[in-house]
Nanobody
Framework: QVQLVESGGGLVQAGDSLRLSCAASGRAIWSAAMGWFRQAPGEEREFVAGITWSSDMTYYTDSVKGRFTISRDNAKNTVYLQMNSMKPEDTAVYYC????????????????WGQGTQVTVSS
């Protein structure tokens, strides 16, 4: 079993930066693919970014490419999402998730989820 806890959310202005963290406990995530998803009010949860267990591949949804960076520190059992040049449309609850492997993009492919952290970007 893996427990995931997100932190780092908050209220920022358009153009600002924010870094989210996801701390894992209960079981090491070194062998897991990790991902970030987000869900805005009235919208479905959408994939944002993913990273393979070895960090040899990172992948993003088109709307955040060039602005967001996902990374991980397996020694600390932590995954990060650096968000730069933020836009109001980035406003959502952001979720961290862990999958058993591969490079998944779909929510059903992930096995463990955090509770989410709110990110609000004002214009």
């Amino acid at each position: 079993q893996v427990q995931l806890v997100e932190s780092g959310g908050g209220l920022v202005q358009a153009g600002d930066s924010l870094r989210l963290s996801c701390a894992a406990s209960g079981r090491a995530i070194w062998s897991a693919a990790m991902g970030w998803f987000r869900q805005a009010p009235g919208e479905e949860r959408e994939f944002v970014a993913g990273i393979t267990w070895s960090s040899d591949m990172t992948y993003y949804t088109d709307s955040v490419k060039g602005r967001f960076t996902i990374s991980r520190d397996n020694a600390k059992n932590t995954v990060y999402l650096q968000m730069n040049s933020m836009k109001p449309e980035d406003t959502a609850v952001y979720y961290c998730a862990a999958a058993k492997g591969g490079a998944p993009r779909r929510a059903y492919e992930y096995d463990y989820w955090g509770q989410g952290t709110q990110v609000t970007v004002s214009s």
